[in-house]
């Protein structure tokens, strides 16, 4: 996938389907990708399920839209949003879109706005079906976004030299063969003819087969500290001309 940073972003928030605990962590996320022009929720206001939303609106510059449900057991708020999210792309004001929901009944919006040329990332819940996910260019799971509690003593103790304030990322998928194969299939796609892949270019094409990998979800930082941790790979960094900049290959053992 081309980067995504810089992008103006409309973020279309599906109140009913993803918890509202986390928003500030939520857009500190969508800013490394670009700028939210559009910010709006859609829900039925009236009912008491997401009365908690109601105070992060105003903290957050978000546009509630309501949308009354008509009928018992529907989300009324799918079409509402699949309605804007059209007049938007039609406007020609955004270049990507961020689908905030763990419904997968968005997967036609996502693969429609990327036939339109849209980029288009996805944020939700780790039940989140995988047709939404794969429509997505990037899918971001909500549980990866949670702030750090504040260490105990005896973790203060056990970690001294972690940063105060530092965000732990808590694991959500373990480290599998599977993973292993997905970086190995991905480096030999894109190696040059002695094996050596850009790491850069290695998370663009994990990323073109797994729209949700995220070295967070295995409890890393970065992608370099995950691939290092499995002792398969080899590392060769080398002077990009621009100062202090390195650019960091690896290589199958």
């Known amino acids: 996938m ?42 039925d206001w009236t009912k008491p399920t997401v ?16 949308q009354y449900s008509y009928s018992t057991g529907k989300n009324s708020s ?21 689908i905030v929901s763990s419904d997968s009944d968005f997967t036609r ?24 996910i794969t429509a997505c260019d990037k899918f971001i799971y909500i549980e990866i976004l949670k702030e750090e509690e504040p260490a105990t003593e005896e973790e203060k103790k056990i970690r001294p030299s972690k940063k105060q304030g530092a965000k732990k990322t808590n694991p959500i998928n ?15 796609d894109i190696a040059d003819e002695n094996g050596w892949a850009h790491l850069g270019n290695l998370g663009s094409q994990i990323l073109k087969k797994k729209p949700d990998f995220d070295s967070r979800n295995y409890g890393f930082p970065k992608m370099l500290p995950l691939i ?6 080899v590392f060769d960094e080398r002077e990009s001309g621009r100062g202090n900049i390195k650019h960091v290959y690896v290589k199958i053992k």
């Open 174 to 188: 373990k480290i599998d063969q599977e993973l292993v194969k997905l970086l190995k299939d991905s480096i030999a």
């Open 109 to 132: 919006l996502a693969i429609r706005l990327r036939e339109a040329g849209m980029k288009v990332i996805g944020i939700g819940e780790k039940k989140t079906l995988i047709p939404f």
């Open 228 to 233: 290092k941790s499995l002792n398969k790979f």
């Open 2 to 43: 081309d980067p995504i940073n810089d992008l103006r972003l409309a973020v279309l928030i599906d109140a009913d389907n993803v918890p509202y605990a986390n928003v500030k962590q939520m857009f500190e996320e969508i800013a490394k990708y670009g700028t939210p022009t559009f910010k709006r929720i859609y829900a």
């Open 78 to 98: 799918d079409s509402a949003m699949i309605i804007d999210a059209m007049d938007i792309l039609y406007s020609g004001k955004v270049d990507g879109f961020c």
């Open 51 to 66: 009365s908690g939303w109601k105070n992060v609106l105003l903290q957050n510059a978000i546009t509630p839209v309501q």
